[in-house]
């Protein structure tokens, strides 16, 4: 396989194929499967690599004269051997026709049969033929004025062809010496010398699983307010059954944080964490290898020299996204001086990392930490906390009405989960209960009955104290309930007890 691709190069594969297929050759015993060599299918970008927008627009129809209502810029977008063939055409045709014009008025003055008469005066002196028209022209056009061709006073419509002349000849040279000026001075040379790395990298920083390219500058001067952003094309369907070819979807590489802006001297690693609100949330290495997207990456900033807006752009797609790497340092400290190796800036080496996308890391976590209470948000913390009293009050409720009249305190477990849960509101966590009630929590299959019976007795606990130290009137109470101790079960007179100590 080393000699077959050092043979034909990286660009093809080899593709292993069965005997049974059509149009293959059957192998001879002992051979082993059929070996051919097939080219890698290109994947088709929407943004090649250089920047440019693999769009073309076609089936205009009528559609095409808006873009001769705005002629300027269409000349200024044109590619630069148009913009040279216009430029050179606009002006030999008008120049060909003020040509025309003068020589014109010589033919019908007679100037042409008579310009060699002494005492004759012509519309335009020393005009004989058609070059010595156009040499007139050209003088007068150009502001050279040798001297020897001019105008005289005994020709009005010649001086009315001079006065158009020089406001035509005003307008085509602003519209054209306008084109080239801002057709030259387009900052889209300076976008090349800001580099993208070649793959970009998904591997773990501070914990979390980060997708990251690296972006440099290599001019010395600087792209003030540079910003980047990134969008991931991807083809989805709706839930409508529309689908969608090129769905755009913004990547946070910093919007919220600020780290969208750039100081670009040296080379920097752009990071787009992938969490929760990540699109590639399901995105594992397994999941890469069919997966279909497109990574655009857009740089702007504003030239430092010119004071003209930058954009630079190129685009990663999922087989240029490398799991499990990360990029070579670039920047060493050199005697008073930061030195930029550009030699690294594309290469990456591997690194541990999961192969689990960051959904299947966190059902993992959560299964294999069962007794521990999953983060969860305020409004559902709340919302758990009210559940949890509404069913304590049921479960007070169905007590028997002789028990609720003896102990004379009805709102008992109500009044006790309240008290419980007032921390748990406050921090809006259910880190704030005991360690017991967490763990009674937490473990399911505990019934609200188990719940209510091991709350009251673990919070009554370091209330118990001997008949002797209550009030006279809860003694009183305590000695009435003894005395009918003897008509309740034993769960329910151990409960009895339990309350009055």
């Not at 690599?49 to 977008?77: A, I, M, P, W």
């Not at 040798?146 to 158009?164: A, M, Q, S, V, W």
């Not at 948000?377 to 007590?399: A, F, P, Q, Y």
């Not at 309240?418 to 259910?430: F, G, Q, V």
Request: charged share 20%; aromatic share 10%.
């Amino acid at each position: 396989m080393s000699a077959l691709r050092r043979k034909f190069g990286d660009d093809y594969q080899v593709v292993t194929t069965s005997s049974s297929g059509s149009g293959l050759q059957p192998q001879g015993p002992g051979q082993g499967p059929q070996q051919q060599l097939v080219p890698k299918k290109k994947r088709q970008r929407f943004v090649d690599k250089n920047g440019r927008c693999n769009v073309q627009h076609g089936n205009l129809g009528s559609e095409t004269s808006r873009y001769l209502s705005d002629l300027f810029t269409t000349l200024v977008d044109l590619k630069w051997r148009w913009n040279l063939f216009i430029f050179i055409l606009t002006y030999t045709v008008a120049w060909l026709f003020m040509a025309s014009m003068w020589w014109v008025i010589a033919y019908t003055r007679g100037d042409l049969n008579k310009a060699h008469v002494g005492n004759y005066t012509p519309c335009v002196a020393n005009v004989y033929n058609f070059p010595s028209a156009f040499l007139f022209f050209i003088e007068t056009e150009a502001t050279i004025g040798y001297g020897y061709r001019y105008i005289t006073d005994k020709c009005p419509e010649g001086i009315i062809l001079f006065l158009f002349q020089s406001i035509l000849g005003s307008i085509v040279d602003a519209f054209l010496i306008g084109c080239m000026f801002i057709k030259m001075s387009q900052p889209k040379k300076r976008a090349e010398t800001l580099m993208f790395s070649e793959h970009a990298v998904i591997s773990m920083r501070d914990g979390k699983l980060t997708l990251m390219f690296r972006v440099g500058n290599l001019r010395n001067s600087h792209m003030v307010s540079a910003q980047i952003r990134c969008k991931l094309l991807k083809s989805r369907q709706t839930p409508e059954g529309e689908f969608l070819p090129l769905d755009q979807l913004e990547l946070d590489v910093g919007f919220s944080t600020g780290a969208d802006q750039l100081f670009l001297v040296s080379p920097l690693t752009i990071c787009h964490v992938i969490d929760a609100k990540s699109p590639f949330y399901d995105l594992s290495q397994r999941s890469m290898q069919t997966e279909q997207f497109e990574i655009v990456v857009i740089l702007e900033g504003i030239v430092e020299t010119t004071g003209m807006t930058c954009q630079a752009r190129t685009s990663y797609t999922e087989d240029e996204v490398l799991w499990g790497h990360r990029f070579f340092p670039v920047i060493s400290l050199e005697e008073g001086f930061f030195k930029v190796d550009y030699s690294q800036f594309h290469a990456t080496f591997e690194v541990p990392t999961p192969p689990y996308s960051v959904k299947e890391q966190e059902e993992m976590l959560l299964m294999s930490s069962p007794l521990i209470a999953p983060a969860i948000t305020n409004s559902k913390e709340r919302h758990n906390s009210v559940e949890c009293l509404d069913g304590l009050d049921d479960i007070s409720t169905k007590l028997p009405s002789k028990l609720q009249k003896i102990t004379g305190r009805e709102d008992f477990p109500k009044k006790l989960l309240r008290m419980s849960s007032t921390t748990s509101e406050k921090a809006y966590s259910l880190g704030d209960l005991p360690m017991k009630l967490q763990r009674i929590s937490s473990v399911p299959g505990n019934s609200e009955e188990k719940l209510v019976s091991k709350t009251t007795k673990m919070l009554s606990d370091p209330m118990s104290q001997s008949v002797a130290d209550l009030p006279p009137k809860l003694q009183k109470m305590a000695g009435g309930a003894a005395r009918m101790e003897g008509n309740l079960p034993a769960k329910l007179r151990k409960m009895n007890s339990d309350r009055f100590t």
